[in-house]
């Protein structure tokens, strides 16, 4: 890079492994009982940490015992929220080996969103081999039992102290790690829809395709109001076509019947109103390899079609009248996927049949599917190695 003021070449340093300072914790913690345990409210010992500087790059790693951030409030984090995250987890398998899932998605995501604010991006390939470094000095965190798993949460906000908004000329990445337990637990709940027409979660030309802490914030209050009528989650639309966008914070999958009798597995497409999910492209990437590499209990693949395109309410609601609304679910890194079995939509109530176990066939084949993946039961180029 060529430096703007004295016309030099400057070399700035990427993200090095090989400089990883450790600092054990001398004080390591105990972790709960897993049935304590709540979503990202416990953290492990220790945590990840690599400064940025305009004219330096990325400073040496250090991976050092968990605890407070030194920021000035003049930081420009604290009012501009130039800050972005990702989620993903560390799996452990019935043999004890330690896994991610897919974390060059999580990697290329988070260097989108970084160049979306103007923050440093870096590479993907290093900061991973340094999140292992991480869960392997935490391993004992990983909780054992079935369907537990250590949410990972790398997290990376501008720091210059400047009240001038301009990109920050400094900046933090860090890593902390929280166990959790399953999503659900004692089977696969439902859960209820509001289809909010009173807010909107992302505008076309936004910021909603990214991981922006800027985002989540001003769905709290949305998320209240749903929860008042008795909702767990808000149904995002989209437009006065009222087209479906995402569920909560997760993607959005609907299945139908086609009116050739077809099942069809649909979710809107990839634009800048849709966070692109890793679990979404797992979810795709296994429904069209089925044409190929048939899945045990999806329809032939003559009578099963993959469909990336918008789907609106009024199509759902009449879908439902016709009885070919055949399922609904989320899909997002906490619960991999989460059934709907009800929407509220202008007043009125579509609801969804999800069976005896709570979950439809598809959602349900998907979950097998994607946990067999990151358990280690279904072999997999899906599973980046942390400790075998
Ligand atoms: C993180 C997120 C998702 C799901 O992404 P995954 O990579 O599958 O966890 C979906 N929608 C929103 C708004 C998100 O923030």
New binding site residues.
């Given amino acids: 890079m060529t430096d703007p003021l004295t016309g030099k070449t400057v070399t700035l340093h990427d993200i090095d492994p090989s400089l990883v300072k450790i600092t054990p914790n001398p004080n390591p913690g105990t972790p709960l009982p897993s049935e304590k345990l709540s979503f990202g409210k416990t953290f492990t010992d220790h945590m990840l940490v690599i400064p940025w500087t305009s004219t330096e790059g990325w400073a040496a790693p250090e991976i050092k015992p968990y605890g407070p951030l030194s920021l000035e409030p003049s930081s420009v984090v604290l009012h501009y929220a130039n800050a972005l995250f990702e989620?993903l987890k560390a799996y452990r398998s019935a043999s004890g080996r330690i896994t991610l899932f897919r974390p060059d998605m999580n990697m290329r995501r988070m260097n989108r969103t970084a160049e979306r604010i103007a923050l440093p991006t870096f590479d993907g390939q290093a900061l991973t081999e340094l999140i292992a470094s991480l869960v392997r000095m935490d391993e004992r965190w990983i909780p054992s039992e079935p369907g537990h798993s250590l949410y990972i949460r790398p997290t990376l906000i501008g720091t210059q102290n400047a009240l001038g908004v301009g990109p920050s000329t400094s900046a933090l990445l860090f890593v902390i790690c929280s166990p959790v337990g399953p999503y659900y637990k004692g089977g696969f709940k439902p859960i209820a829809l509001l289809a909010t027409t009173k807010h909107v979660r992302a505008a076309p030309g936004g910021i909603g395709s990214y991981?922006l802490a800027a985002?989540y914030a001003p769905g709290i209050i949305p998320q209240l109001e749903a929860a008042m009528e008795g909702y767990a989650q808000n149904l995002w639309l989209q437009g006065k076509e009222h087209f479906l966008t995402?569920v909560g914070?997760?993607?959005l999958f609907v299945v139908l019947r086609g009116e050739d009798g077809a099942t069809e597995l649909v979710t809107p497409p990839l634009d800048d109103v849709i966070?692109p999910?890793?679990?979404?492209d797992s979810v795709l990437a296994l429904a069209r390899s089925h044409a190929s590499t048939p899945i045990t209990g999806l329809p032939p693949s003559k009578d099963f079609r993959v469909l990336e395109r918008p789907i609106s309410m009024p199509e759902l609601v009449r879908a439902s009248k016709e009885s070919r609304l055949l399922e609904v679910f989320g899909?997002?890194?906490a619960a991999i996927v989460c059934p709907v079995d009800r929407i509220g939509y202008l007043g009125e109530d579509i609801h969804v049949p999800v069976g005896e176990k709570g979950m439809g066939p598809i959602c349900e084949i998907m979950h097998r599917e994607i946990v067999g993946r990151q358990t280690g039961v279904i072999p997999s180029d899906w599973a980046y190695v942390v400790k075998e």
């Fill in positions: 989620g991981k985002n995402e914070t997760m993607n966070l999910g890793v679990t979404r899909a997002g890194t």
